[in-house]
């Protein structure tokens, strides 16, 4: 997923803000999503559920033992997975909400979530037949 | 169909190596093979962690979350509570293959109508053992 005219998915500036410092926890979290998209699934056991509004769909990818890398994603049901953005989430801290970069991530994949839903309902867009993609106005703006 | 500059994934994607792949895979797929065989048991993760003496239900969750490094001892103690295989260990426990034979009789009725009533398995060491069985409706 692409926010406005950017030229890059928000999957890729996940990636660029966090492969310096975090280099190890980006590329597993990279090989994870590899393993999610060709071989096992979006099982809801590989996600930290609730980290939106109830029903949302908002979820992180857990982190690998002793790292705090967040990545926010947006699942509807096992096949698909919207890949949001997130970064490091400091042991000092305990609420992603104690964190700046970390509550502005999180209240812009729950945004995202909000206006996919309306979408829905408006019947703007729909699922593909095999449940594997979106189909329908995907241009999200500001003014939305 | 929009192109993106993803030059920074690509970079990171061109570093991953297939061997690096298939172990993460590994990690991924044992978790889906202990979160079904809880599932087919109806445990929840408290159930999994008590049989396993653990205190911590947090370990569960990682265990589950496709990002454990497991030890074979771990793996032992699952493939134990759990009642599945998750090391395959079978070719270097023993070469030789065990070969058993069993004798099915089965009793079919003259009326077709009929269910059919019953078969016998005879076992290798002469042992009879009925099985009363429906397999008409």
Redesign the interface.
């Known amino acids: 997923m692409a926010l406005n005219n950017d030229e890059e998915t928000l999957l890729n500036k996940f990636v660029r803000e966090n492969e310096i410092s975090f280099k190890s926890e980006t590329k597993d979290i990279v090989k994870r999503l590899i393993s999610i998209g060709h071989t096992t699934g979006a099982r809801s056991q590989f996600f930290k559920e609730w980290e939106g509004k109830p029903g949302d769909g908002v979820c992180a990818l857990y982190d690998k033992p002793y790292s705090n890398l967040r990545l926010y994603c947006i699942c509807y049901g096992t096949q698909l997975i919207i890949i949001g953005s997130g970064g490091h989430k400091p042991k000092t801290i305990r609420a992603l909400q104690e964190d700046k970069k970390l509550t502005e991530e999180n209240a812009l994949i729950k945004e995202i979530s909000r206006q996919i839903t309306q979408r829905i309902k408006d019947k703007e867009i729909r699922f593909t037949p095999d449940y594997l993609d979106f189909t329908g106005d995907l241009s999200f703006n500001d003014e939305d | 169909m ?1 192109t ?6 690509n970079s ?2 061109s ?2 190596t297939p061997e ?2 298939a172990k ?2 590994a990690k ?2 044992l ?2 093979k202990i ?1 079904e065989a809880m599932q087919a048991k109806g445990w929840n993760k408290t159930r999994l962690m008590k049989e396993m003496g653990k205190s911590n239900p947090s370990e569960i ?2 265990w ?5 490094n497991f030890t074979v001892d771990t793996l032992v103690d699952l493939e134990r509570v759990l009642e599945i295989k998750l090391l395959d260990l079978g070719e270097a426990k023993s070469t030789e293959k065990t070969i058993r034979q069993y004798k099915i009789d089965i009793v079919v009725p003259f009326n077709r109508n009929e269910k059919l009533s019953a078969c016998l398995v005879s076992e290798p060491d002469d042992v009879y053992t009925y099985y009363k069985q429906t397999i008409y409706s």
């Not at chain 2, 993106?4 to 994934?9: F, K, P």
């Open positions: 929009e993106y500059n993803d030059e920074a994934l990171l994607l570093e991953i690096e792949q993460t895979d991924m797929l978790a889906v979160a969750t990682r589950l979350s496709g990002t454990q």
